[in-house]
Nanobody, 119 residues
Framework: QLVESGGGLVQTGGSLRLSCAASGTIFTIGVMDWYRQAPGKERELVATITSGGSTNHADSVKGRFTISRDNAKNTVYLQMNNLKPEDTAVYYC???????????????WGQGTQVSVSS
């Protein structure tokens, strides 16, 4: 189970920090991602982080958003600075979770958290 938090309403130029905590039976977590979906648009990948900490960010958020994770807490974060109205969307996290040494990775999704940026 993934639970997101930290969304809300901010003005242009403001900041928010999203969190996504995984719980349940977890042996290890691989890649964790943040996606977003604006009204009438397809879901897009915002940022990715591997278990070793390597990151990748979409061009539209580079220099403004930073993905990070705390492996001890099974949590991924998205620090969002200098927010723009076009960042308004529902933000989702997902994680590749392995529940035992012998199992395969399965993808789990959070329920989404709304981020709204006013102009």
């Amino acid at each position: 189970q993934l639970v997101e938090s930290g969304g809300g309403l901010v003005q242009t130029g403001g900041s928010l920090r999203l969190s996504c905590a995984a719980s349940g039976t977890i042996f290890t977590i691989g890649v964790m991602d943040w996606y977003r979906q604006a009204p009438g648009k397809e879901r897009e990948l915002v940022a990715t982080i591997t278990s070793g900490g390597s990151t990748n960010h979409a061009d539209s958020v580079k220099g403004r958003f930073t993905i990070s994770r705390d492996n001890a807490k099974n949590t991924v974060y998205l620090q969002m600075n200098n927010l723009k109205p076009e960042d308004t969307a529902v933000y989702y996290c997902d994680a590749d979770v392995k529940q035992s040494f012998y199992s395969t990775y399965q993808i789990y999704w959070g329920q989404g958290t709304q981020v709204s940026v006013s102009s």
